[in-house]
């Protein structure tokens, strides 16, 4: 997990959260709303439903494209975020202690940290066709 994620707020543009993740060096930011987690967004969400639309990342905001959230509570088994991520074929699982964000499991960090059994199984299911 990464600790200490970062929010882009709900009400920021795109291109706010584009900045974001520039100057972040991540793909992907947790989305909140009055310190409440709404949603997450990705680069490719920027590009692909707003861009790629004709949409103008300027006076989109974060909280239109919010994906579907899912999560997990800090304290949850690694198998439990591992399944949650395959079983709704998610890259990026955030962390929640208390209701508030405190750490994102990324992609990255699967590989880093398992079994190259466990990374192969985890990338099938991720990967593979919805």
């Not at 997990?1 to 900045?19: I, N, P, R, T, Y």
């Not at 999560?71 to 991520?85: F, N, Q, Y």
Request: with cysteine.
């Amino acid at each position: 997990m990464h600790k200490g994620a970062q929010c882009v707020d709900a009400e920021k543009s795109l291109k706010d959260a584009a900045v974001m993740m520039r100057d972040l060096e991540v793909g992907s930011l947790p989305i909140c709303d009055h310190d409440r987690l709404t949603g997450i967004i990705t680069d490719r969400d920027i590009v692909i439903k707003c861009c790629a639309e004709g949409r103008d990342p300027s006076t989109v905001k974060a909280r239109e494209l919010a994906s579907r959230l899912h999560w997990v509570d800090a304290d949850a088994e690694i198998g439990d975020a591992l399944h949650m991520m395959e079983d709704h074929k998610i890259r990026r699982l955030p962390v929640l202690e208390q209701k508030r964000l405190v750490g994102v499991i990324s992609e990255a960090d699967v590989v880093r940290n398992l079994p190259e059994h466990e990374i192969a199984e985890f990338c099938d299911a991720v990967y593979s066709a919805r």
